[in-house]
């Protein structure tokens, strides 16, 4: 007699490959924002626009060259000067995100990155979304933080404020706020902080607790 059986062969995936896809798509994600803001750089501090100076000379230099390849045959020279300009223009727009990418990331982003991290519990962190956007340093030594943080939520924000201040080194300023151009963008966190961590004050310590 043949019997039927109905198996369910679909299996979730490992946790593992889930956890790749999200750190895939943060550093997606994260690339995106850092290539605007090193455009923002470009026009915020208008000296840093000579890593495109450099940039574009080498890019001319590299284009008025291409015809002259030593040892390519004769009978190639039409091809080969197409194959020589789409490297030049492959490795040049390689080149040029990298560049802009480099000027969008705060000084010490990957510190502050791994650092925080080690603030949240391993499920705040499960399908977040968390990278430092902007970190700028005042000077009366105020640090303005803003980070990107979906997934994440700002009441989680504050509930972890004395292990953030551990970590991070520092004492708070101000309450957390939201960013964004208004102030409401519910992913972005914005920190004011300064140098040197202080312990939450407590109130005054009753008879039975001394």
């Known amino acids: 007699m043949n019997q039927n059986h109905n198996t369910d062969t679909t299996h979730p995936p490992p946790a593992h490959t889930t956890q790749q896809g999200i750190d895939r798509k943060r550093r997606q994600l994260e690339n995106c924002f850092r290539i605007g803001l090193g455009i923002e750089q470009l026009f915020v501090a208008p000296w840093k626009n000579v890593f495109l100076v450099l940039f574009l000379a080498a890019f001319g230099l590299a284009w008025f060259k291409r015809g002259f390849v030593p040892g390519f045959p004769s009978f190639f020279e039409p091809i080969g000067k197409y194959i020589v300009s789409a490297v030049i223009i492959s490795v040049s727009s390689v080149f040029l ?31 977040a979304r968390l990278f430092l956007m902007r970190s700028k340093r005042s000077k009366n030594g105020v640090l303005r933080r803003e980070w990107y943080c979906k997934g994440i939520s700002k009441s989680r924000f504050e509930a972890r404020q004395e292990e953030i201040s551990d970590v991070l080194d520092c004492h708070w300023l101000q309450p957390i706020q939201y960013g964004g151009k208004n102030g409401n963008n519910r992913k972005r966190i914005v920190m004011y902080t300064a140098s040197g961590y202080k312990p939450a004050e407590r109130g005054a310590l009753h008879d039975d607790e001394l």
């Open 97 to 127: 995100l990298g560049i802009l990418i480099l000027l969008g990331t705060p000084w010490k982003a990957r510190a502050d990155l791994e650092s925080i991290r080690m603030a949240f519990t391993a499920a705040d962190l499960t399908n």
